[in-house]
C-alpha cells in the first residue's frame, strides 16, 4: 500500500510517499520546507503567515513527486492536529480535494500519533543512498521496531506527554506538563539568552563549551510520584540569574554555562521521570519522540538508562524526530489497515486540539 502523507501543522510544509507492507515502512519520498527562517524574525511561529507558507509551498512540492492524477497512491493521510488552527487547515483542505478528485480514501492523522511512528520508518533507497536491499531491512529494521507495550516519552515544542502505546492506535497517557512542554522551555530561554528560533538547537549548540553543574535550575515535580512534568519554573529561574550577573550578553562562559545547565535541568527531569515510568510499567521497549527528541543529550542519557535496565530502546532516524510527513503517512498506513478509520472527504475538519491519547 503507498500512502501520500501531508504535514502542515507548524512551520514546516511536508509531503512524504510511503510504502507499507506488514509491519515495514519504507520512504520513497520525504520533503520538508520549512519556514524557520521567516518566522525568526518575529521570534516564533506567526499562524497567519504560516498558513501563507504553507500554500505557497505545498503544490510544487507535491508536484514534484506526485503524479498528477494520483496514479499508484491507494491512500491519503494529513495531520488533522494539533497544531495551529490556519496552519492546519491548509493541509487539510489540500488533501481533502485530491482525496476527492481522485476518489482515494482520507485518513485523519494526529500529529502526536505520527511523531511516535517516526519510529517504524526506514529510508528507501532513493532517499536513504548508498545502502544496499540486503543491508537495508530485516536485521537492522527488527533492532529498531518498538514491541509492545511501548513506553513514549514524546516532547516537542507544544506537549511533553508519557504515554503507554499497548498495540497500534491503542494509548494511554500516563503522565503530561502541567504547564509549559519541554519544546517551550528550551524556545522561550533561548529566546531570552538572544538565541535564533527555534531555542533547542541553539541551546545545544551553545552548551557544548558550558559546564553543566554550573547552575542548580529547578527540576520540576521531580519530588512529587506522580508521572508529570513541569517546565514552567526554569524561564523565572534563568530570569533571575541573568539579572544577577552583569555584562551577561557578553561573557561567552556564561552563556554557555546558563545552556549546559539549562538542558542538564530538562534531560535530567525527562530521563528520571521516564525512569520511573519503567519500573512502574515495565514495558518491552521505550522509545523517545517529537522534535525535542532530536537533542542529543537526551537521546544519549535515555538510551543508557534504558541499557542498564536491559530495556530495548527505539527512536526515530535523526531526520524524522522533527516535523515532517512519513511520520504522517506512518501514522495513516497502520490507521488504513481497517476501513473504519478512512473519513468522508467532504466531513473532515482540522482540529487544533486534536487528543487521542486518553
Ligand atoms: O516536533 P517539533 O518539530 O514541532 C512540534 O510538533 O512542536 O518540535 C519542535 C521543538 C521546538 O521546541 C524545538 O526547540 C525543539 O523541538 N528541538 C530541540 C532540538 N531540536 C528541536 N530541543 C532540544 N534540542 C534539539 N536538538
Ligand atoms: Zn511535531
Known sequence: MRILGIESSCDETAIALLKGEGERLLVESSLVLSQVQIHAEFGGVVPEVA?????????????????????GIDAIAVTQGPGLAPALRTGVEVAKTLAWSWKKPLLGVSHMEGHIYASWLQDSMEDGGRRTESEDTSSTSDLRTPHFPVLCLVVSGGHTELVLMKGHGEYERLGETLDDAAGEAFDKTAKMLGLSYPGG??????????????????????????????????????????????????????????????????????VRKTMRAVKQIKPASLMVVGGVSANLALRERLASAAAEHHLHFALPPLKYSLDNAAMIAAAGYFRAQSEVNFVDPLMLAADPNLDIFV
Open 201 to 270: 538547537p541553539a541551546i545545544q549548540e551553545l552548551a557544548k563549551g558550558g559546564d553543566a553543574k554550573a547552575f542548580d535550575f529547578p527540576r520540576g515535580l521531580l519530588n512529587r510520584p506522580d508521572l508529570n512534568f513541569s517546565f514552567s519554573g526554569l524561564k523565572t529561574s534563568v530570569l533571575y540569574t541573568l539579572r544577577k550577573q552583569e555584562n551577561w550578553l557578553n561573557d561567552p562562559v556564561f552563556r554557555a554555562n546558563i545552556a549546559a545547565s539549562l538542558q542538564e535541568a530538562i534531560v535530567d527531569v525527562l
Open 51 to 71: 498558513a501563507r507558507q504553507h500554500l505557497k509551498a505545498i503544490f510544487p512540492l507535491l508536484r514534484s513527486k506526485v503524479p498528477v492524477n494520483g496514479a
